[in-house]
């Protein structure tokens, strides 16, 4: 199992960015996904969650309205869209398949003026 996450950096209150986690080495379409965070000195949350078909998601309160999760099963990607960050957004953020409990290296999101 890997996943290779990208598409963090830093951007400005208010901004918007899009995570991408390739995934390989298991039936990607099988599976439900998660995008998970972590900011300094917390534990990890789980942010977002798709089921393998896409046709459910979730949203821990704090992000619902402003964060998408999407995946495309051709191309064994999930997606996060985050729009109107805030600063405490910031976090290394991580895509996550539930069944295997393993995670990609991280992609850093800083949301700062």
């Known amino acids: 199992v890997q996943l290779v996450e990208s598409g963090g950096g830093l951007v400005q209150p208010g901004g918007s960015l899009r995570l991408s986690c390739a995934a390989s080495g298991f039936t990607f379409s099988n599976h439900a996904m998660t995008w998970d965070r972590q900011a300094p000195g917390k534990e990890r949350e789980l942010v977002a969650s798709i089921t393998s078909t896409g046709g459910s998601t979730d949203y821990v309160d704090s992000v619902k309205g402003r964060f998408v999760i999407s995946r495309d099963n051709a191309e064994n990607t999930v997606y996060l869209q985050m729009n109107s960050l805030k600063p405490e957004d910031t976090a290394v953020y991580y895509c996550?398949?539930?069944?295997?409990?393993?995670w990609g290296q991280g992609t850093q999101v800083t949301v700062s003026s």
């Open positions: 996550n398949v539930p069944f295997y409990s393993r």
